[in-house]
């Protein structure tokens, strides 16, 4: 044989050596996962649904999977820069995202970098709630019914409080006016803590409000509960009907939120993932943390993830194209 023959034929062994060993380490790491922490990036600051949960439901899944789920939080954007900077990250499954609903909103809203299947990729749902239409008592109206009459009779005169342009709370709002035939007019303020002060005072007369932030000033008839918007009733009001029951069937707003990765993360780790997530959502410790933040768990696997996770990109973008809010 020619000597460069021989040259070619022994670089092509050293070649497919390589990449053998290249594939028994990576099979190896795979195997031997997770042998160092988890950093699951927050993108909304401390104190909040997204940051406690991910810290009681992270820390349970360290618990079970014998390593530490380490929580940063990386504010901005609606989520926006912390779900970028995990699309961008290894797909080893040591980098994972706090997806909300949020992250699928700012699919449409927002000029992101990220998209479900190509940059980012589900690993498994954690928890949801739905929200509650409250409204104060001066308003004078005592059902939903009542409420969509008087804002047909006085178009765009019936004010609603939400928590910043794009948020839950106004979006279950836009979505209700689409539904209902009518429009109201959205109040913006920059969180939810200013929202339900300025809704006690009467100085804004309703809202879609998450339920744990208002569950008290209605139990105290402080505001009025007109229903919830999930597919069915909630918990922690089970003699209000859902906007669904009232005459809007289909009608179904929760807040949500999940464990996304980088795209490439290897299906056994994402499945190891999604158990240890399984497992940790029906113990009663967490169970009863996510009830205090007036949160469900919300178990599944990646599959179903993805699968939701989509059909919400879709039902928002709807709403967000049609009420023009993509071109603001």
Known sequence: MPHHQTLLRA??????AGLTGLASHAALAQANYPNKPIRLVVGFAPGGPSDIISRVVGAKIGE????????????????????????????????????PLSTAVNETLSKIRYQIGKDIVAVAPQAETANILVVHPSLGVKSLAELVALAKAKPGEVQYA???????T???????DMVAGITTTPVHYRGGGETVKDLLSGQVKMMFSSIAPVQQHVRD???????????KRDPAFPDLPTVAELGY???????????MGPAGMPPDIIKKLETANRQALESPEIQKVLA???FAPLIGTAEDFDKFYRSEVIKWAKVIKEKGMDKD
């Not at 670089?11 to 497919?16: D, K, S």
């Not at 106004?170 to 209700?176: A, G, I, R, V």
């Open 292 to 294: 205090a933040q007036g």
């Open 249 to 259: 069937p289909g009608f179904d707003v929760r807040l949500w939120m999940g464990m």
């Open 11 to 16: 670089a092509a062994l050293a070649l497919v």
């Open 170 to 176: 106004h979006l279950t709002s836009e979505l209700f």
């Open 64 to 99: 079970i999977l014998g390593t530490q789920v380490v929580i940063e939080n990386k504010t901005g954007a609606g989520g926006a820069i912390a779900t970028e900077s995990v699309a961008r990250s290894e797909p080893d499954g040591y980098t994972l995202v706090n997806a």
């Open 221 to 231: 008839g402080r505001l009025m509960g007109l229903a919830t918007t999930g597919p």
């Open 162 to 168: 939400t928590a910043g342009r794009g948020s839950a």
